[in-house]
């Protein structure tokens, strides 16, 4: 399995933008989809975007399209979520994982997972 280590999150006032960054490491990053997911308090983790693995095809939930953008850079094992227009109910911890094949929007159908960055956005 692959090693994930997501950075970037933060505070940022509504209609700001944040850069979320995962790293990947101990497997050849090219093999798997990636996807980011988000968990607020009280709630269940839920699906945010996805990208296969050349970076060919991404998916949006319905919340994130035209706001968010998901691209990977496979030479340097890193994706990349960048949040534009944030809004107070984009405050969640922020998920980065991995999966060998088709995007799914269920997180239990990924299989590695990082430790989460958080985001605060004030409104």
């Known amino acids: 399995q692959v090693a994930l280590v997501e950075s970037g999150g933060g505070l940022v006032q509504a209609g700001g933008s944040l850069t979320l960054s995962c790293a990947a490491s101990g497997d050849t990053f090219s093999k798997y989809s990636m996807a980011w997911f988000r968990q607020a308090p009280g709630e269940e983790r839920k699906f945010v975007a996805a990208?296969?693995?050349?970076?060919?095809?991404?998916d949006y939930a319905d919340s994130a399209k035209g706001r968010f953008t998901i691209s990977r850079d496979n030479g340097a094992n890193t994706v990349t979520l960048q949040m534009d227009s944030l809004e107070s109910e984009d405050t969640a911890a922020y998920y980065c994982?991995?999966?060998?094949?088709?995007?799914?929007?269920?997180?239990?159908?990924?299989?590695?997972w990082g430790q989460g960055t958080q985001v605060t956005v004030s409104s």
């Open positions: 994982a991995a999966r060998s094949g088709v995007i799914l929007r269920t997180p239990r159908f990924w299989p590695s």
């Open positions: 990208i296969r693995e050349s970076g060919g095809r991404a």
